[in-house]
Structures are given as C-alpha cells and as structure tokens.
C-alpha cells in the first residue's frame, strides 16, 4: 500500500501562484509514475502533470504548459505541482496519485492510477 498526503492547496486571486506537495509513505518502492489531477464540479477528472519517479520525464495537459511545473524529491518521497498564471478556471480539486504500472503511454488515463490521495481545493478568484 502507499499512502498519498496532498498539501497546499487555497484560494487566490488570478495571476498568483500556490505549489501543492503529495507526500507519499509506505511502498514507495513500488511507484513507476506520479501524477497530478484534477476534477472540477460536474466534470471529470483528467490529468494535469505527470512525472516519472525515476527517470524525470513529465507530461503536462495543454491548458497548463507553461504555467505549471511537476517535480519531484526522491529523498522526500514528495511530488510537487508549481502552479503560476493561475485562472479561474483551473479552479479544482487537485488529486495526487501514483502507479506501479510500468511505461509511459497511458500516464493520462487515471484508471492506470493504483493509489490516490484525499484532494485539495484550489480556487482562483478573479
């Protein structure tokens, strides 16, 4: 099992910035990939950065090049999402998750996700 502990997530104005962290325990050892989702009332969830553990390649969604950053901290066992130029719209819950699943195809699709944390709000006023 991996427990996942999302943090940093508020309210801010448009055009600001917030970086949420996913602290991960248990069988780290195990995790291929992390992502960062998230799901807006009545929408579903999607990707919005992915990032591999070992290796560092990323993927980000269109609508967030350029404005946010994956990274992560293999000795803090933590993935960070940077979140600059925020919008109204990127107003969310934003779910941390981690896979075992090897490659790097389907990163986008959350049903290849094994463990999820709790989520937190991030929301953007304008």
């Known amino acids: 099992q991996v427990q996942l502990v999302e943090s940093g997530g508020g309210l801010v104005q448009a055009g600001g910035s917030l970086r949420l962290s996913c602290a991960a325990s248990g069988r780290t050892f195990s995790t291929y990939r992390m992502g960062w989702f998230r799901q807006a009332p009545g929408k579903e969830r999607v990707l919005v950065a992915a990032?591999?553990?070992?290796?560092?390649?990323?993927d980000d969604a269109d609508d967030v090049k350029g404005r946010f950053t994956i990274s992560r901290d293999n000795a803090k066992n933590t993935v960070y999402l940077q979140m600059n130029s925020l919008k109204p719209e990127d107003t969310a819950v934003y779910y941390c998750?981690?896979?075992?699943?090897?490659?790097?195809?389907?990163?986008?699709?959350?049903?290849?996700?094994?463990?999820w944390g709790q989520g937190t709000q991030v929301t953007v006023s304008s």
């Open positions: 990032i591999k553990w070992s290796g560092g390649s990323t």
């Open positions: 998750a981690s896979s075992r699943q090897a490659g790097w195809g389907d990163q986008r699709a959350p049903d290849s996700y094994n463990y």
